[in-house]
T-cell receptor, first 114, second 113 residues
Framework: NAGVMQNPRHLVRRRGQEARLRCSPMKGHSHVYWYRQLPEEGLKFMVY????????ESGMPKERFSAEFPKEGPSILRIQQVVRGDSAAYFCASSASGGSYEQYFGPGTRLTVT | GENVEQHPSTLSVQEGDSAVIKCTYSDSASNYFPWYKQELGKGPQLIID?????GEKKDQRIAVTLNKTAKHFSLHITETQPEDSAVYFCAASKPGGSYIPTFGRGTSLIVHP
């Protein structure tokens, strides 16, 4: 399957713990985007990365959230000291290039903070 | 920044009927308009897109129209089937920078058999 892969699919964390969400882009894609989706709402952009570079993090909360896309391995979205308001579905998308409009989404990680 | 409004939020039709979902955008520089279908528990899937140099695009039972002057675009699904039931999102992107799309809030389409 050459599609975008995300894991875990479901993640439960207690308040104050750390959440790590992983995304492997489609084969041949080197651009990764993270989005957050709250119930009954659309997708909100968080961060756009290329290998080893953060290109646009204008949608990322200033505190507790970070993202990386290392030279080797998946992209990781990290949420430190999670709070109940972080409960949401987090989607990763990939594109072939930064000048490519078409983005292909993964199945998402559903984070629940208890 | 860009603002995308999507209507209706819920649409209920009988199998075989047509369904139309409408979106408006605010930034005249936007020139790429994708539509995504999201089934329960899954990620959004790109189903059709249109660029601002065309007014209409069709793919089997799905069509999208674009009115650049009025800054609105629509998704048309004909001969709806129960498997069309899902949440549909429109989006708008503009060139330059990161090409990040702005999404509408979604339309929940229910097709009754």
């Amino acid at each position: 399957n050459a599609g975008v892969m995300q894991n875990p699919r479901h993640l439960v964390r207690r308040r104050g713990q750390e959440a790590r969400l992983r995304c492997s882009p489609m084969k041949g894609h080197s651009h990764v985007y993270w989005y957050r989706q709250l119930p009954e709402e659309g997708l909100k952009f968080m961060v756009y990365l290329q290998k080893e570079n953060i290109i646009d993090e204008s949608g990322m909360p200033k505190e507790r959230f970070s993202a990386e896309f290392p030279k080797e391995g998946p992209s990781i979205l990290r949420i430190q000291q999670v709070v109940r308001g972080d409960s949401a579905a987090y989607f990763c998308a990939s594109s072939a290039s930064g000048g490519s409009y078409e983005q292909y989404f993964g199945p998402g990680t559903r984070l629940t903070v208890t | 920044g860009e603002n995308v409004e999507q209507h209706p939020s819920t649409l209920s039709v009988q199998e075989g009927d047509s369904a139309v979902i409408k979106c408006t955008y605010s930034d005249s520089a936007s020139n790429y308009f994708p539509w995504y279908k999201q089934e329960l528990g899954k990620g959004p899937q790109l189903i059709i897109d249109i660029r601002s140099n065309v007014g209409e695009k069709k793919d089997q039972r799905i069509a999208v129209t674009l009115n650049k002057t009025a800054k609105h675009f629509s998704l048309h699904i004909t001969e709806t089937q129960p498997e069309d039931s899902a949440v549909y999102f429109c989006a708008a992107s503009k060139p330059g920078g990161s090409y990040i799309p702005t999404f509408g809030r979604g339309t929940s389409l229910i097709v009754h058999p």
